[in-house]
Structure formats: C-alpha cells, structure tokens
C-alpha cells in the first residue's frame, strides 16, 4: 500500500540537526561538484572561444574525474591536471579530481580551471598562456 504523504523530516538521534540535504534535488539552486566544475569548464570554454575565435574552433574539449593509467606513466609520478588527445578531431581533456584537490574553494578552482585550459591550448597552438588568458596566473597558485 502506497504511502503518498511527503516524507516527515527526521532529526537526527544525536541531537545535531535535521538528516538529508538542505535542499531538495529538485531544487533550482541546488548543484553537485560535477555540475558545478562542468558548468565552470562551459564557462571557461565559452571564453576561450570569445577570445581565440577560429583558432580553437577545431578543438574538442571535455573532462574526466581522474587520469587513467597511461597519463600518470607519462607524467612520471606527478598527477597532470589534463592532457591533449591528439587526433581528428583534438580533444583537450580536464580532469576534475586532481583540479579539485589543489583548491582551496570554489573561486580557486574556477582559476586554476582556467589556467590549466590556457596552458593546454597554448601547448597546443605554439602559444604563451597569457595570450590564451591575459588573467593567467600560473602554476604557483596551485597548493
């Protein structure tokens, strides 16, 4: 037998609050740390593009929790921050753990985001980062 009454907020036996989210999923507001370093990477890209124009209209981009395997051999022990599949078309990949644990907050890591995206399409045009990003601050921002 269904029970269709909303669910009664429960605290928690420890005296210490209610149990669960603050807000419900379905709320507009509400945003896990995978939309939130997706919707950080949008943002990043669509500037880039603003910027760079035709010359990143080829590149592919997108991100993965972790690096694989192959990526930490190459990167001899350091944990990369991203890599450049090179292909047809090039793909441009973050990975979001490792840009996560190097920040200290979110703002940190919107910058950290757009300073690894600037360094991997300047690796790749034969560039400097700070004509990808006149804000590139560079790798002594990272912890």
Partial sequence: MPNDSPR????????????????????????????????????????????????????????EEIPNLRDLILSEGAVSLGRIDQGNPVKIVLYQRPIEARSLNNDLMTRITRDVLAELVSNLLGLRPQDVDPDYQGPQIRN
């Fill in 8 to 63: 009664k907020a429960r605290r928690d036996t420890h005296g210490r609050g209610m149990r669960g989210p603050l807000l419900p999923h379905i709320a507009p507001s509400h945003e896990t740390r995978d939309q939130f370093f997706a919707r950080q990477l949008r943002d990043a890209i669509k500037d880039l593009d603003g910027r760079m124009g035709k010359k990143v209209a080829g590149i592919t981009f997108g991100f």
